[in-house]
């Protein structure tokens, strides 16, 4: 293998790894592990390895077909639930653009201490502004790569010395103690959900085609998926052992987007908050242009709309002004007020619903040989992609329901 | 007629329901002290970093700020809330609680580290406090 392959997968790992860590990983890790401790690792370890199967199948499609996953689910479902499955990711992409923008603002607010609103409108101008100028394979390099200046939660997980065999006990599931039953399931579901959120597929297939990958970069997809993701993995154990060990002793149940960052504090002092908020900056910016662009990745695949970074803008008005829009929308639902850790809650809740109808598609092109050629899943590939779409089925009925019933994990 | 009678009879409830205090029973009580429970304890955290000089200004005073916020949204409920007459005195406690967590963390935004040492004291018992009337309630 050439120095430049390795240093080309080596470069889409970190950037992978910094580009993991979203604001649902942050809101849920965080608070999973200030409610329960170690309990929920086993959690984290299902929702990786469910968007590693996932994201390997989606990358497959993209560099096989050379088409992205949207662009065959319309093909494949037909229009009806085509349609059905476009209007339920927008709504869930949106939300979640929302929840990002409110992130980066509060981080940015947390930094210098201007005003919240002012910060909303700069933060969004700062987005569009990187993603109308940097190419694609910019955007996730520098978000990713400073996305991980969080891996300073890693190092304190380590400094605080937890005791790793409770930690390794928190791998294996079972009864838990602490927090009603139903608090517990509503996390796992949030957590599975946090980890598996559609964008993140639509983004990574649409990334694949706009790579331009072919079946050479099969070798490619499979490692960044695997270690990428599971090493971003790494970071949400690392969020939930620094809060089993700051917050859970303390009783602190973290409601805000600079409570993580007061654990880095905490353990490394004024380098520890900044790589901290530096690094919550990028992460929960990076995924905002993500989601934004996976809205306009959608609709323009669905509606056969010309589309890609790679285009001039001109080119590609529509695709444009999709993922501008979508950035004004999310401005507007955030200038209302609106609290960004209870939209982020929102957000990953109704993603779950959503996972369904996002995982079907992929799982039933992957399948086929008129697409996929000698490409289709293997055993083992679609052994975990059918134990998965069940999985997905339990937990998209389960997730309304125990949103409401314990009050958001309120209890 | 009868159609017209019910919408008044709802029209009635409802304005008889909007001059009402709203009334929280005892798992109500139990989690606004659970909040301010976890807002002090997270004050006192932070108030350790500031009297150890290991933070930066700025966030201190947005992050405290926002805890006061908190502690002040459950301070406004628990003032505007009556309570079954078993429950009133922890709904005093609570209150007063509220008072003074709302009142150190907006102290923290601006404390110099002498000050923030005080505070973490403080803080700590208003947590452990907060802990008392919560277990108290459930």
């Known amino acids: 293998m050439s120095f430049k392959k390795i240093l080309a997968i080596a470069l889409g790992i970190f950037s992978a790894i910094g580009g993991f860590v979203d604001i649902g990983d942050l809101v849920f890790n965080t608070q999973a592990g200030a409610t329960f401790g170690f309990q929920l690792m086993w959690a984290v370890v299902i929702g990786v390895l469910g968007i590693i199967v996932y994201s390997e199948m989606c990358g497959r499609v993209s560099a096989v077909a050379k088409r992205p996953v949207f662009d065959l689910v319309r093909e494949r479902t037909g229009f009806g639930a085509g349609l059905a499955t476009l209007l339920a990711s927008e709504v869930v992409n949106l939300m979640t653009c929302a929840a990002e923008v409110g992130g980066v603002a509060i981080c940015l607010q947390l930094l210098s201490g201007l005003p919240y609103r002012m910060l909303l409108v700069l933060g969004v101008v700062g987005l569009i502004f990187s993603s109308w100028v940097l190419p694609f394979r910019w955007i996730e390099r520098v978000f990713g790569y400073l996305g991980l200046c969080l891996l300073v939660f890693a190092v304190a997980a380590i400094k605080l010395h937890p005791q790793w065999g409770h930690v390794a006990h928190g791998f294996v599931p079972g009864s838990h103690a602490g927090g009603s039953l139903l608090v517990y399931l509503y996390f796992v579901v949030g957590l599975l959900g946090a980890a598996m959120t559609p964008y993140e597929v639509y983004f990574y297939s649409s990334g694949a085609v706009e790579d331009q990958w072919g079946p050479k970069d099969l070798g490619l997809n499979k490692v960044t998926a695997i270690i990428g993701y599971a090493l971003g993995g790494f970071l949400s154990f690392a969020l939930m052992i620094v809060a089993a060990m700051l917050y859970l002793p303390r009783g602190i149940s973290p409601q805000f987007v600079g409570t993580p960052a007061l654990a880095a504090e905490h353990t490394f002092g004024q380098v520890g908050l900044l790589l901290a908020l530096v690094g919550i900056l990028f992460a929960v910016g990076g995924a905002a242009i993500e989601t934004s662009f996976a809205g306009a990745y959608n609709l323009a695949q669905f509606f056969g709309w010309r589309w890609g970074k790679k285009e001039r803008p001109a080119d590609a008005p529509r695709f444009t002004m999709s993922w501008l829009v979508i950035f004004a929308l999310a401005l507007v639902i955030v200038m209302t007020g609106y609290d960004p850790v209870k939209l982020t809650e929102y957000s990953v809740i109704f993603s779950v619903v959503a996972l369904p109808l996002t995982y079907l598609p992929i799982l039933l092109v992957a399948n086929d040989r008129t697409y996929m050629g000698d490409e289709v899943n293997g055993k083992l590939a679609n052994v975990f992609g059918i134990l998965y779409f069940i999985l997905i089925l339990v937990i998209a009925v389960s997730a309304i329901p125990l949103m409401l019933l314990t009050h958001g994990g309120q209890g | ?138």
């Open chain 2, 1 to 138: 007629m009868r159609r017209t009678s019910a919408l008044a009879a709802i029209l009635v409830i409802l304005c008889a329901g909007c001059g009402a205090p709203s009334v929280l029973e005892g798992k109500g009580l139990s989690q606004e002290a659970g909040t301010l429970q976890s807002s002090a304890a997270e004050g006192a955290l932070l108030a350790q970093d500031v009297a150890s000089g290991r933070t930066i200004p700025v966030y201190v005073r947005e992050h405290a700020s926002d805890l006061a916020t908190a502690v002040s949204q459950s301070l406004s409920t628990l003032e505007a809330v009556q309570t079954e007459p078993s429950l009133r005195s922890s709904l005093r406690r609570l209150t007063n609680l509220a008072g003074s967590i709302h009142r150190d963390l907006e102290l923290l935004g601006t404390a110099d580290r002498e000050e923030s040492a005080a505070l973490v004291r403080r803080l700590e018992a208003e947590a452990q406090a907060g802990e008392q009337i919560a277990a108290g309630l459930s």
